[in-house]
Structure formats: structure tokens, C-alpha cells
């Protein structure tokens, strides 16, 4: 069995009110995920029958409701929980939603005090003191993380500040500006923290313009050497990213000039920093670029070998690309591929959508993703393309038909769509009207 | 293992796991399995009843694109953690004496 399976059957033997039912299938569902994809099934079979569980749990929540008036002490949870969520997350909202949910919970409880009102007056008198009791330990409960919330927000200044004050002492800004270095044909490029640009040369010149905050002299080199370009820095530089700027990096950058031409390999790695290229024109080129948690974006460029592009947790974006194969490969984040004309495209990622429009494919394309849509928009009739696509929790649309969760269509070009738990979207270039007529 | 756990002693244990430090669900299970045969379903009451009394918190922490739930010990927990451990401490040397066979004419 799987997991949609068994919460749904789960929820169906639940008596209970819905806030709790909600939590019930959530713990459900992060006990079954948490054992990972491959161990799903085995997971569920030793939790055992969801009928089971339901009725077992169905009975517990019966037992612990009596005494109790059972409106009230859902409401109350929820509260106290959506208080305490707040509260939990950074200091400085923690303490700004802690401060309104303080005075939101005080105006509720005070509410909810009188509400009751009728009813307290009815009921047995040992009622009375447990509400009582109740405000008073929740006044306790909220005092205790009022303060604790302040506390941890100044803790986290006073770290913020000292941190602050250390790297702003050690590091020196570097910049090595050259805008007419000796000739390459290589480029390597490998920095922390530093977003890197690729410009095309206006003046047929080879350049680098390279800014960065050290904490010693020899972190960096900057060379022309074997007929490569070599940038090379170990500094990670933090202080860059803190002082703040347009760039958020306190102006660090490895901006590269390369005049139209031939060239063997391009090769740019950085961490937690854009790569940007727009205009580019490299023969021959076999161009790979790696980053995390940032974007890579390229524009209107011609790489005669081949794209390779990899991230985390940010998008890529290709837009009017020309390359005869390219892989990409994010996780969390969309890729976005516009334009141009990519013989053979890999294009893969997690929780994040794959979108590929008017493209030119002449080989091969395959599109993966796991919780995010395939839209695939190709630039020729449907006959051209042999398509295989699948999709676990959804369907496929071809040219706005709904189809299956598999689709399979023959042809040429192998096309390739993945995904888990969203759609396929598949369009064909039509033939105009106009054309079918005249070929009679 | 011929004897059951009462509800109380229970809520002590899971509770002593929480303070060791912040638990979720799977974790917390995996946890006490090592020390008794109790099922998932089994603690999920057991972790109700100790956020309806206030003895844990819970707070949610993403990871690789899903979503944890921690439980965390309040103030009034570990008060009550040290009540149920006084508790047990008195409870578990009496039954030893029984079990060894000594004498609990004073006990």
C-alpha cells in the first residue's frame, strides 16, 4: 500500500474533531516520508492497518475528551500552537509575531472566559477551578516564551555584532582590473561567495575585472597562463555578503570580457553566487558552470561545444541559447529554457517546474522533475517528436488534451518527460491552415 | 517481555527522551524502540496528551523539500519530568525489594 492510500483510508476511520484529524495525518505522513521512498511500503505494512489505527486512535481521543468541553480545548491547542510555532522561528519575527499573538491570545482567552459564562455558572464548581487553572498556567506558559523570544533576539544581535566586527577587521579589498590581457583560449574560474559575469568584449580585447575582500594577499591569482585565463581565490569572504549592496556582495565580482572566437573550455565555479552570461559567442567552447543557491542566467549566447549548468536551490534560465547539448541540473527550483537552439537538452530537477518553449531540439530531449509541471512547448508538428511521458500523480496535456498519467507518442526525436506530483504539458507546432490547402 | 507500560510511565519516558533533545515523530519512535516494543501509534496519543498539558512544544523544520515537526521540552516539562522521575525512583526500588525477595514489612 501506498502512502495516499493509506491516509486516506486512515482519515476515514477517524472520529474525531477535524483540527485533530489534520494532525493525525500529518504526523502520519512525516513518520512515512521520513523513511524515505524506497522503504514506503515497508514502513506502512509495520504501522499496520489504517482501520486499526484509526479506531485505536478514535478511542484514545474519546477517553482524553471526557471532563472536557471538546470545542474548547480544540480551540485552545490551536492556539497554543500557532503561538508556539511562531515563536520558535527567527528572533527578531518571533518576537514581533510573539507580541501580537500575546495580545491576540489575551483578547481570545478573555473572550472565550466570557463565553463560557452561562455555562460556568450551571456546571459543577470543580469546572470553575479547572479554568482557573488553565488561565493561569497558560499565563505562565506565555510569559516564559515572551521572555524567551526577547532574550534570543538579543543574543542574536550582540553574536551578530561581534561576528561583524571580526571580519571587518581581517579583510582587505582586492581588485585586479586588466582590459587588455595576453590572448586565451581557456577560461577557469574558481571563487567563493562571488557572483561571476561573462561579458563579450566590444574592443575584440580579452579582460578581467576581479574584486574581492581578503584575508591575505596570496588567497587570489589572477593569470594568463598555458593560454588560460586562471582566476583562483580561497577566500570566502562572508564580509562581502554582509556589508550588503546591489549585488549583496559589498561589490565582490569576477567579471570576465571575451571577444567573439574560438575557445576549448570555459569553466566557472562559485558558491553562493549568480553566474551571468549575455552575448557570448564561443567557438568550440565546452563551457560548464557551477554554482549553489543561486541563479545561473544566460542570454543570447553561442557555445560551439557544449552547456553544462548546475545550481541548488535557484533557478536556471537560458534564454535564446545556441549549443549542441546541454545539461542542466538544479534541485528546489525551476529551469527555464527560452529560445535558441539546443540539439540535445538534459534539463533536471526536484520540486521545481521544467519549462522549455520554442526551443529547437534536433536530437534529444529529456525533461525530469519530481513535485513541479513538464511544460514543453516544441517548434515542430508532433510527428517529429517521439515522446514518452509520465506522470505519477497527475496527467498529460497534449496540446490541451487531457491524456493518461503515461503518454507515448511516435516519431524521431525522443522526447522525455518526468514528473511526480504535477502535470505534463505537452504543444506541437501546427501546420497553417493556409499550407495543408495549397499542398492539394 | 512479559510486562506492559502504563500510560504514566510512558509519558515519563517519552518525555525524558525529549529533553535529552529536540525529537520528531520517526526519530522518537526509532528512540524508544530500542528500549521497548511500542508502536507509532502507540506514542502519537502519548505526544498529544504531553502538548495538551504543555510539557512539549512543537515547531516545524524544513528539510530536502519536506516538512519536519519537532517536539521540544517546555519549562513545565522537565518539572514534571523531575516529579515523575522522583516518582519512578521510589516506585522501581520497591518493586526491586519485592522481586529480590526482601523483606518490605517497612516498606
Not at chain 1, 54 to 72: I, M, P, Q, V, Y
Not at chain 1, 126 to 131: A, G, I, K, S
Not at chain 1, 335 to 352: F, K, W, Y
Not at chain 2, 76 to 82: C, I, K, P, V, W
Amino acid at each position: 500500500m501506498r502512502k495516499e492510500e493509506f491516509l486516506k483510508r486512515l482519515e476515514q476511520h477517524l472520529v474525531m474533531d477535524e483540527p485533530e484529524k489534520e494532525e493525525v495525518l500529518r504526523y502520519y505522513s512525516e513518520y512515512i516520508e521520513e523513511a524515505g521512498p524506497d522503504n514506503e511500503e515497508k514502513v506502512i505494512e509495520e504501522i499496520g492497518s489504517p482501520e486499526e489505527v484509526g479506531t485505536r486512535l478514535s478511542a484514545e481521543f474519546r477517553e482524553e475528551g471526557k471532563g472536557n468541553d471538546g470545542t474548547w480545548a480544540v480551540d485552545f491547542d490551536e492556539m497554543i500552537r500557532d503561538f508556539s510555532a511562531s515563536v520558535e522561528k527567527f528572533a527578531k519575527k518571533a518576537w514581533e509575531t510573539a507580541g501580537n499573538a500575546v495580545n491576540a491570545f489575551g483578547d481570545r482567552l478573555g473572550e472565550e472566559w466570557k463565553k463560557s459564562e452561562p455555562a460556568r455558572s450551571d456546571a459543577a464548581s470543580d469546572w470553575n477551578r479547572t479554568m482557573q487553572e488553565v488561565k493561569k498556567t497558560t499565563e505562565k506558559v506565555l510569559q516564559g516564551t515572551k521572555e524567551t523570544a526577547k532574550k534570543g533576539m538579543d543574543e542574536a544581535r550582540k553574536a551578530f555584532a561581534s561576528l561583524r566586527d571580526i571580519l571587518e577587521d581581517a579583510t582587505v579589498p582586492y581588485e585586479f582590473a586588466e582590459f587588455d590581457l595576453p590572448p586565451f583560449h581557456r577560461v577557469k574560474v574558481f571563487v567563493k561567495n562571488c557572483p561571476v559575469v561573462l561579458h563579450p568584449s566590444v574592443d575584440g580585447k580579452y579582460g578581467a575585472d576581479v574584486r574581492l575582500y581578503l584575508r591575505r594577499e596570496d588567497e587570489v591569482s589572477v593569470t594568463v597562463e598555458d593560454d588560460t585565463l586562471i582566476v583562483h581565490s580561497t577566500a570566502s569572504s562572508g564580509i562581502g555578503r554582509m556589508t550588503g549592496s546591489a549585488t549583496g556582495f559589498g561589490g565582490q565580482a569576477a567579471e570576465i570580457y571575451l571577444p567573439e572566437g574560438v575557445y576549448e573550455a570555459v569553466e566557472i565555479t562559485t558558491t553562493n553566487a549568480r553566474i551571468d552570461a549575455a552575448g557570448l559567442r564561443l567557438a568550440d567552447a565546452e563551457v560548464k558552470l557551477k554554482t549553489g543557491n543561486a541563479k545561473i542566467k544566460l542570454v543570447n549566447c553561442r557555445f560551439g561545444g557544449s552547456l553544462q549548468a548546475e545550481t541548488g536551490n535557484a533557478a536556471i534560465e537560458v534564454e535564446e541559447v545556441t549549443t549542441p547539448a546541454a545539461v542542466m541540473y538544479t534541485v528546489n527550483a525551476p529551469i527555464h529554457v527560452t529560445g535558441g537552439s539546443i540539439d540535445a537538452l538534459n534539463a533536471e530537477t526536484s520540486n521545481g517546474a521544467v519549462n522549455v518553449t520554442d526551443c529547437a531540439v534536433a536530437s534529444k530531449l529529456t525533461a525530469e522533475t519530481a513535485n513541479g509541471p513538464v511544460r514543453l512547448k516544441m517548434d515542430g508538428p508532433a510527428e517529429n517528436y517521439r515522446v514518452t511521458a509520465d506522470t505519477s500523480n497527475s496527467a498529460v496535456f497534449v496540446d490541451g488534451r487531457r491524456m493518461g498519467p503515461h503518454y507515448e507518442a511516435p516519431g524521431r526525436v525522443p522526447v522525455r518527460a518526468n514528473t511526480g506530483n504535477a502535470r505534463i504539458e505537452l504543444s506541437f507546432l501546427r501546420p497553417e491552415p493556409d499550407e495543408v490547402q495549397t499542398e492539394e | 517481555m512479559a510486562f506492559q507500560i502504563g500510560s504514566a510511565l510512558l509519558d515519563a519516558c517519552v518525555l525524558a527522551v525529549v529533553e535529552r533533545r529536540d525529537v520528531y515523530g520517526y526519530e522518537l519512535t526509532a528512540q524508544m524502540r530500542n528500549v521497548i516494543d511500542v508502536s507509532e501509534s502507540t506514542l502519537y496519543p502519548v505526544l498529544r496528551r504531553l502538548q495538551k498539558e504543555e510539557y512539549v512544544l512543537t515547531y516545524d523544520s524544513p528539510i530536502n523539500g519536506r516538512n519536519r515537526r519537532y517536539y521540544t521540552i517546555t519549562a513545565a516539562g522537565r518539572q514534571q519530568l523531575e516529579n515523575y522521575r522522583a516518582d519512578w525512583e521510589s516506585y522501581r526500588s520497591g518493586i526491586d525489594s519485592l522481586m529480590k525477595g526482601e523483606t518490605t514489612e517497612n516498606a
